[in-house]
C-alpha cells in the first residue's frame, strides 16, 4: 500500500498570500489530520476531518482552514500569511484496528513565509 | 494549560545498550498514549501505543510503560541499533477531546546511538 502523500513538499510564499496544501491518505483510512511542527512550539494539531466533515480545530486562527473530498483527499488553506506560519505541516491519516487508532504521517509540506 | 513533555531533550547510548525515553503528562483524562519516532526528513513513524487500563505493552524490540500514579510514560528499546537515532515523541489523547486522532504531543528527545 502506498503510504500519505503530501505535495508540494517545500513551498515558499511571502507575508499577506495564501497557500493550500494536499494530503492523499492511505487508501480505506477515511481520517485525516492536520498538524504543524516548529522548532518553538513541536507538534501541534489543526483539524481532523472524516467522511469530509470537520470532527475537530485545534487552537489557531480561522486564517487556518480545510476540507476532505470524498475520496478521502485532504486540503488545508493559510490565508493572509505570517512569518510564524513557517514550519512543517504534517498530515495524517488513521483507521481503527485491535483497539488503537493508528496514525500514518506523511513526508509534510515544509512551508517557508518571508 | 496541560501538556505533556519529555524529561530530557537529548540521550545518547551505546550500540546494543538498552534505551530508555522517558515522558511525563499532566492530563489525568488521558487514556490513549503512543510513541512516535522521527527521522530528519521525514514524518513521525508510529512506535507502539498503551490505552490506560495497560501498564505494559511489548512490540518488537519496544516496550512501554505507563505509570498512572506519577502520570509517567516511558519508551524502552532493546539492543539500541544505529537506525534508532532519530527525535522520539510521546503523544497522548485526552477523552474531552472527542477524537483520538486529536493527539497533543511532548517536546522530543533526540536519541543519537554512539558506534
Known amino acids: 500500500k502506498a503510504g500519505v502523500t503530501q505535495t508540494p513538499r517545500y513551498l515558499i510564499k511571502t507575508r499577506g498570500q495564501q497557500v493550500t496544501l494536499s494530503c492523499s491518505p492511505i487508501?480505506?483510512?477515511?481520517?485525516v489530520s492536520w498538524y504543524q511542527q516548529t522548532p518553538g512550539q513541536g507538534l501541534q494539531f489543526l483539524f481532523e476531518?472524516?467522511?469530509?466533515?470537520?470532527?475537530n480545530k485545534g487552537n489557531f486562527p480561522g486564517r487556518f482552514s480545510g476540507r476532505q473530498f470524498s475520496n478521502s483527499r485532504s486540503e488545508m488553506n493559510v490565508s493572509t500569511l505570517e512569518l510564524g506560519d513557517s514550519a512543517l505541516y504534517l498530515c495524517?491519516?488513521?483507521?481503527?484496528?485491535?483497539?488503537?487508532?493508528?496514525?500514518?504521517f506523511g513526508p509534510g509540506t515544509r512551508l517557508t513565509v518571508t | 494549560g496541560e501538556s505533556v513533555g519529555l524529561h530530557l531533550p537529548t540521550l545518547s547510548v551505546q550500540e546494543g545498550d538498552n534505551s530508555i525515553i522517558n515522558c511525563a503528562y499532566s492530563?489525568?483524562?488521558?487514556?490513549?498514549f503512543i510513541w512516535y519516532k522521527q527521522e530528519s526528513g521525514k514524518g513521525p513513524q508510529f512506535i507502539i501505543d498503551?490505552?490506560?487500563?495497560?501498564d505494559k505493552r511489548q512490540g518488537q524490540r519496544v516496550t512501554v510503560l505507563l505509570n498512572k500514579t506519577v502520570k509517567h510514560l516511558s519508551l524502552q528499546i532493546a539492543a539500541t541499533q544505529p537506525g534508532d537515532s532519530a527525535v522520539y515523541f510521546c503523544a497522548e489523547n485526552p477523552i474531552s477531546s472527542g477524537s483520538a486522532r486529536q493527539l497533543t504531543f511532548g517536546s522530543g528527545t533526540q536519541l543519537t546511538v554512539l558506534p
Open positions: 487508501s480505506g483510512h477515511r481520517s
Open positions: 476531518y472524516f467522511s469530509e466533515t470537520q470532527r
Open positions: 495524517a491519516s488513521s483507521f481503527y484496528s485491535g483497539g488503537s487508532y493508528e496514525q500514518y
Open positions: 492530563n489525568s483524562a488521558s487514556d490513549y
Open positions: 498503551i490505552r490506560s487500563n495497560m
